[in-house]
């Protein structure tokens, strides 16, 4: 062995609170699942039969929860699926800035100023229209893998 030490940095992350592991037989439409590292809410699901060599497989047809892309995966039904842990949290919106990201109140009172305007068109013109009128908005964002977006609106009255 040498005598040199050995640095290593770590850049990749393990994901190990990511997700967590469900057999492929057990998942079923509406549910979750990661396909290509990405997680996705599952549209479709088809199992074949068992064939010559043993396993059953199941056909997943999902849509990434983020980027609206379909994908599709096949894995042997006794086989685990990683799923990933998919959360939704409502927050009141405070402020739009200009370049696109909004300024939102937590429950605890504290402000979350990271996090860009949905790319969905919709939904962006409602935000806008709603805060330009100077309603009072809650916007629900969805959070897994570490990403997190605004995916939907609810307006609770005019302010006050």
């Not at 940095?9 to 592991?21: I, Q």
């Not at 039904?77 to 370049?99: A, F, K, M």
């Amino acid at each position: 062995m040498s005598d040199e030490e050995h640095h290593f940095e770590s850049k990749a992350d393990a994901g190990a609170s990511k997700t967590f592991p469900q057999q492929a037989g057990t998942i079923r439409k509406n549910g979750y699942t990661v396909i290509k590292n990405r997680p996705c809410k599952v549209v479709e699901v088809s199992t074949s039969k068992t064939g010559k060599h043993g396993h059953a497989k199941c056909h997943f047809v999902a849509i990434d929860i983020f980027n609206g892309k379909k994908l599709e995966d096949i894995v042997p039904s006794s086989h685990n699926c990683d799923v990933p842990h998919v959360n939704r949290t409502d927050y009141q919106l405070i402020d739009i800035s200009e370049d696109g990201f909004v300024s939102l109140l937590t429950d605890n009172g504290n402000t979350k100023d990271d996090l860009r305007l949905p790319t969905d068109d919709a939904l962006l013109t409602q935000i806008k229209d709603g805060f330009g009128e100077g309603k009072d908005l809650v916007v629900t964002v969805m959070s897994a893998m570490g990403e997190e977006q605004i995916c939907a609106l609810k307006d609770i009255g005019p302010k006050t």
